[in-house]
């Protein structure tokens, strides 16, 4: 699929000017999360019609637009200097350009930079459109069998110790079902957390959700401690923490341990 500009132009210099005088439209695109075909039809000419791509991993990006033929003018969102790539970018919206933001994979601004752009881009009046597609969070809810009634979504988990275990211990004293990010740095601890405060509650591992080598991991988190080399080696992990009996907090401590 080749790209091409039916309202707006590029000179030189980068600075895009509207045929019509209007601003610009930033265009929000979910892009997969790991397979490469999972890309909706309007996704494909969103991307292969914009005039900048900003993509918070710019090489992940590449390889995407490769795969499906795609010739683009990409540029770094992230994630470093963010509050410059934003004004570069919204000079380019005034200017009449069509940019479109993308994640590393899954929906921009959810767990990524993005909501700084977007936040400007309404302050200035520029037209924000939602390109909808997949997303991880969703996936791993639908595909560990999470009840759909509500959910917590915590986002990507710490990777300090003590962070990481503060957060799990606030989680863990709703009833309410959590749903969080994972590296391969912080899922040990995390479910070794887990197990330790509330051992008999249920968990899930979503790992490398559409890849090759997906897999589901659940169980009671004691159960599923001793099932982590299965885990660990992944690059992509969603945790869940389903919903269970509220631990208690210790007037001595961060948390009474119990059942869970």
Known sequence: MRRERSQQTAGESGIYTS?????????LVAVPIGHLDDLTVR????????????????VATRELLAHHGITANLTSYGPTNIQDKVAILICQLQQ???VALVSDMGSPVVADPGSLLVKSAHSYGIRVVSVPGPSALTAAVAAAGLPSRSWFFEGPLPETKSALRHRLQTRLRDKIATVAFCSTQSIVFAVRTIAAFAPRRHIALVCNLTKPNERIIQGRAVHVLRKLDNAVTTQDITLIVKEGRPVPQNRTGPFKRGNG
């Not at 045929?19 to 265009?27: D, E, H, V």
């Not at 996704?43 to 710019?58: F, G, H, K, M, N």
């Open 43 to 58: 996704a494909l000419r969103t991307l292969a019609e914009a005039d900048v791509i900003a993509s918070e991993d710019p």
């Open 19 to 27: 045929q019509l005088g209007k601003a610009g439209i930033l265009s």
């Open 96 to 98: 009449g350009a069509h």
